[in-house]
């Protein structure tokens, strides 16, 4: 019923280089939905594989809440935001990935990552499950992010994901990986 640990990742720290760094902030990825296809596993693993020590990437699944008879959309989601909430570690910077959120590019990503990572506040990317998410999580949220207005299976806005929190911080470090 609680949070299942998501995919062992094994550290490979410094994968950005020899940059200074500034303390640590830990990004958590709180997703409903536990079994993900082998293939979305892998691609959030290799993001995560390749982020720098200063910023890890833990994901953490949360299994969805039961749909029967007699449950109505509206409770789905508050026992899923309870669920949520659980998990967070106390004083995170709380993100929810929303369609309806801001659309940014990689690089205002980047300049928002400078802004929390100032904040010395780690920070939870909440993903909701079928439903979305409750809009008492969308409102308690200090940002709320669209990664894209298209509607994306679950499994892959996990790997779009990581691919954008990596991408933000090469950008960051100067690294080649991205591209203007």
């Known amino acids: 019923m609680g949070a299942a640990a998501g995919p062992a990742v094994p550290p490979r720290g410094g994968a950005l280089g020899g940059r200074p760094r500034r303390g640590r902030m830990k990004l958590l990825v709180v997703a409903v939905g536990h079994r993900m296809p082998a293939w979305a596993e892998a691609g959030f693993v290799e993001y995560a594989r390749r982020m720098p020590r200063e910023a890890r990437i833990e994901l953490i699944a949360l299994k969805p809440a039961a749909r029967g008879s007699g449950q109505t959309a509206l409770r789905v989601l508050e026992a899923e935001q309870k669920r949520i909430v659980g998990a967070l570690p106390a004083n995170c910077l709380r993100v929810v990935l929303d369609e309806r959120g801001v659309l940014m590019?990689?690089?205002?990503?980047?300049?928002?990552?400078?802004?929390?990572?100032?904040?010395?506040?780690?920070?939870?990317?909440?993903?909701?499950?079928?439903?979305?998410?409750?809009?008492?999580?969308?409102?308690?949220?200090?940002?709320?992010?669209?990664?894209?207005?298209?509607?994306?299976?679950?499994?892959?806005?996990?790997?779009?994901?990581?691919?954008?929190?990596?991408?933000?911080?090469?950008?960051?470090?100067?690294?080649?990986?991205?591209?203007?």
């Open 105 to 180: 590019s990689t690089a205002e990503l980047a300049k928002r990552f400078v802004r929390w990572r100032e904040s010395g506040r780690d920070i939870a990317f909440i993903v909701g499950g079928a439903d979305g998410l409750a809009e008492g999580l969308k409102r308690e949220a200090a940002f709320r992010w669209s990664l894209s207005p298209l509607t994306l299976p679950h499994a892959l806005a996990r790997v779009v994901l990581a691919e954008q929190l990596y991408r933000a911080l090469t950008l960051l470090h100067n690294h080649p990986y991205h591209r203007e």
